[in-house]
């Protein structure tokens, strides 16, 4: 099993850049996409960003340029790093784990983010 804490959310301005951290225990193999999702208010929740120890990361095209998800193998986190935020940016952010075998998806319980002046 693996178990997600996500930190990090909160109220910021426009143009801001607060960092999200996930905390995963449990094992995490190289084959284990890990990445972010996010849901806004009445809309469906969708991918973020997502990498694999040792990929290349893969971004949706609203963050392209914005947003970076560094890793760090040593103590199972995962960040998002989140620049020149948008009022469009805000939402509930959610780690998770993608186990290909078997097929399981993890997920944190979210963090809110909230971009308004």
């Not at 426009?14 to 995490?28: D, E, K, M, V, Y």
């Not at 806004?40 to 095209?61: F, S, W």
């Amino acid at each position: 099993q693996v178990q997600l804490v996500e930190a990090g959310g909160g109220l910021v301005q426009p143009g801001g850049s607060p960092r999200l951290s996930c905390a995963a225990s449990g094992t995490i193999f190289s084959t284990y996409v890990i990445g972010w999702h996010r849901q806004a208010p009445g809309k469906q929740r969708e991918l973020v960003a997502a990498i694999t120890r040792g990929g290349n990361p893969n971004y949706v095209d609203s963050v392209e340029g914005r947003f970076t998800i560094p890793m760090d193998n040593t103590n199972n986190t995962v960040y998002l790093q989140m620049n020149s935020l948008k009022p469009e940016d805000s939402a509930v952010y959610y780690c998770h784990v993608v186990r290909p075998i078997p097929a399981t998806t993890f997920w944190g319980r979210g963090t809110q983010v909230t971009v308004s002046s």
